[in-house]
């Protein structure tokens, strides 16, 4: 036996995003598919019994293949495209954020500098800012009966 890094990881890994999903889902696969009716390795086993690290490691890098890009604009936007394509009858609007360097003093002025904020959000020219708006032929239906009351 050669550990689990040799198997598919789409039969366990594909819709469990939680290390304690994984971890039971893997321990079931050990116990029951690569040592049925044998003796189990060590707990400690690594190659079998994968630590958090190990998992949350494994969450991300999976997370981060299905992403087209570390750019979460860049993927709304591919994502739009599909929406579109499979929703033919929804409305979408997407304006991508962008920063404007001859503005920059006044938007930095604005900028959230607290350390727990992982995204700036300032921008003092309208217009420049992200914007998704996303509206379904359901709700369209609803608006034209009963947007005038």
């Excluded at 991300?60 to 087209?68: D, E, G, I, V």
């Excluded at 300032?122 to 708006?133: E, I, N, Y």
């Excluded at 359901?138 to 009966?145: E, P, V």
């Amino acid at each position: 036996m050669n550990g689990l890094s040799g198997k598919s990881p789409t039969w366990w890994m594909t819709a469990c995003w939680s290390v304690a999903e994984m971890r039971r889902h893997i321990s079931h696969f050990v116990r029951t598919e690569l040592f049925a009716g044998l003796e189990l390795p060590s707990s400690a086993d690594r190659r079998y019994f994968p630590t958090a690290v190990d998992f949350r490691n494994y969450i991300y890098r999976s997370r981060m293949a299905k992403m087209h890009c570390k750019v979460d604009q860049v993927n709304l936007k591919i994502n739009i495209e599909k929406w579109q394509q499979d929703h033919p009858h929804d409305s979408f609007h997407f304006r991508e954020y962008y920063r404007d360097s001859d503005n920059d003093a006044a938007t930095d002025s604005y900028s959230t500098h607290n350390e727990d904020d992982d995204v700036m959000c300032a921008t003092t020219v309208s217009g420049k800012g992200l914007l998704f708006c996303h509206q379904a032929e359901w709700q369209k239906h609803i608006l034209q009966r009963y947007g005038s009351e």
